[in-house]
């Protein structure tokens, strides 16, 4: 269980189905017919500003584990990466799996409880706990964290679709260095809406927003449905941290 780079990728020896994964994501990454539209995501691809970990099936409570261990090491570490890093988790396919929208986003939040109850760290007392306070986003290891999930089931949405279940962790230190210019912020997020309308076959969800607004809710961005709904109650919760793991 180890931090991956594309270069160290490809000087191990890994599985099929993770070797599959990592070049699945990195041709969405460069496809230059179909562009991505999340322009700071192909940015830090392309630079090799990103780092990537496998952990099994979401079933298996090693998942979580793992991913945690993963996340607090990326942590630690990803201010020395580079401005446009980002943590990419894929997990192992598995028979359990039904493909249907709604039971990825379970698994999703479930991913998301678990993590934060394995994490050692206080939550920052500058961010609320409160997911429906505007200031709020998901934590861990005392960082801020922008969270996207992609999954098989995702149809209509080619934005949110992927072959295997896969997380996208960004830090916000990351992001307010993409954005520091709110000009050039505007003509970046322009751009990217501009591409959602050709890369998804629906409407750009009307939850995606700006963190920071009075309207935006950041967890309702994380798990984007395959139509233009959402939930009307977070399933994120901090329970009570576990001990001896």
Same mark, same amino acid.
């Given at each position: 269980?180890? *931090? ?32 991505? @539209? ?8 392309? *630079?090799?500003?990103?780092? $990537?970990?496998?952990?099994?099936? @979401? ?9 945690? =261990? ?7 570490? $990803? =201010? ?12 192992? @396919? ?17 991913? *998301?409880?678990? *993590? ?78 501009? =591409? ?6 629906? @409407? ?33 919760? =901090? ?7």
């Amino acid at each position: 269980m180890e *931090l991956f780079t594309t270069e160290t990728i490809y000087s191990t020896k890994l599985e099929s189905w993770k070797l599959d994964a990592y070049e699945t994501f990195a041709a969405k990454m460069t496809d230059k017919d179909n562009l991505f @539209p999340c322009i700071p995501a192909t940015t830090g691809h392309r *630079l090799n500003h990103f780092c $990537y970990g496998f952990v099994p099936a @979401p079933y298996n409570d090693l998942a979580a584990i793992q991913f945690a =261990r993963l996340l607090k090491a990326y942590s630690e570490c $990803y =201010r020395e990466i580079g401005n446009y890093t980002s943590l990419v988790i894929f997990y192992e @396919p598995c028979e359990m799996e039904n493909g249907d929208v709604e039971h990825y986003e379970q698994l999703f939040w479930a991913q *998301l409880n678990r *993590l934060t109850e394995l994490d050692s760290v206080e939550w920052p007392s500058q961010i609320p706990q409160d997911p429906h306070d505007p200031l709020w986003e998901f934590c861990f290891h005392g960082e801020q964290y922008f969270v996207y999930c992609a999954t098989p089931s995702h149809k209509n949405r080619n934005s949110r679709h992927f072959p295997y279940f896969m997380l996208a962790i960004t830090p916000r230190w990351a992001l307010e260095r993409f954005y520091v210019s709110q000009k050039n912020a505007a003509r970046i997020k322009a751009n990217i809406r501009k =591409r959602l309308e050709h890369y998804d076959s629906i @409407p750009i969800h009307p939850a995606l927003n700006t963190y920071g607004n009075h309207d935006n809710y950041e967890w309702q961005q994380y798990f984007l449905h395959d139509d233009e709904t959402s939930l009307s109650k977070c399933p994120f919760h =901090r329970k009570a941290k576990r001990t001896g793991e």
